[in-house]
């Protein structure tokens, strides 16, 4: 098993962010890395953010949190990342997106060091493919936001070695996650049973058997769920439940796992939910208005 002390994160928008969070909060020197300084620096400050509303909280102490940031380190050229002993890629849910990142980092990699991808629906071992390091490449799928949701999916590719999946579980372990194996399927555990739900949600909405209103309240009081689905889709954003559809459709091959074409519909006008001010809510008053 390698031994991690440092590692690379590529990617500082909502998850890359949160990993680096969790990481340096366990005690590991992290790099940040993105593609531009602007970028970092709004990763920083909602790393920042998030710390100091756990330490109102009294989740973490003032010096864990002071310790934490001083291990986060900006990195803004991409080849600082490969003096890491693990660098976990979490750039948006696309995958030439992410191959062209794997392919620029290659030739900055130390012998050692293992790659991760935080996809949620990608082939591992169609990203480890264009590494030279196949069998030093795992998925590890962080659940957002990642200072509090406790799983991480560990996902190996075909090539994957028993020893960094060892490692992987034990890295992920550190961060008081608790790990759970999922085989190099389309969207994986998680994934393959929850946006399957949030598209068949958008379908209900569509053929007009609810309102939003009505299905969310209808799944948060009928099934005990505490966001109801449209909600929910406009938290992942809706962007990325279309790319994971679109992985199932395409890779599985199967009439179920057809996209909603009101799903379609929102994307392309670039309602993707709240970190667009619109999806199946309207965020930009006070309270969240259905768009519905």
């Known amino acids: 098993m390698v031994d991690i002390r440092t590692v690379g994160v590529i990617g500082a928008g909502q998850m890359g962010s949160g990993i680096a969070h969790v990481v ?144 992987a579980v034990s890295f992920a372990q550190s961060l008081g996650k608790t790990t759970s194996n999922a085989e190099d399927f389309p969207a994986f555990i998680v994934n393959r049973v929850l946006v399957p739900m949030i598209n068949e949600a958008i379908y209900t909405l569509y053929e007009g058997v609810g309102t939003v209103d009505a299905i969310d309240t209808a799944m948060k009081l009928g099934a005990n769920h505490p966001m109801g689905p449209l909600e929910l889709g406009d938290f992942i954003g809706l962007d990325t439940v279309l790319s994971i559809m679109n992985v199932l459709y395409e890779g599985l091959a199967d009439s179920k796992y057809r996209p909603c074409p009101l799903l379609t519909k929102y994307v392309e006008a670039g309602w993707l939910g709240r970190k667009s001010g619109r999806g199946f809510y309207d965020y930009r008053g006070a309270v969240p208005v259905p768009t519905r």
Request: hydrophobic letters at 45%; aromatic letters at 4%; charged letters at 20%.
């Open 24 to 167: 340096a909060l366990a005690g590991y020197d992290v790099l940040l890395h993105d593609v531009s300084a602007e970028r970092i620096a709004q990763g920083l400050a909602l790393i920042e953010k998030n710390m100091t509303r756990q330490v109102s909280r009294n989740i973490i102490e003032h010096t864990a949190m002071d310790a934490a940031m001083g291990r986060i380190k900006a990195a803004p050229e991409l080849q600082s990342i490969g003096t890491t002993d693990l660098a976990i890629e979490a750039a948006t849910e696309n995958e030439e997106t992410k191959k062209t990142i794997f392919r620029a980092l290659g030739p900055h990699l130390g012998a050692d060091t293992i790659l991760a991808s935080n996809t949620s629906s990608i082939s591992i071992t169609r990203l480890a493919s264009v590494t030279d390091r196949p069998d030093r490449f795992i998925g590890l799928h962080f659940m957002n936001p990642v200072p509090v949701m406790k799983l991480v999916e560990i996902i190996r590719g075909i090539a994957t070695g028993p020893a960094t999946y060892e490692t």
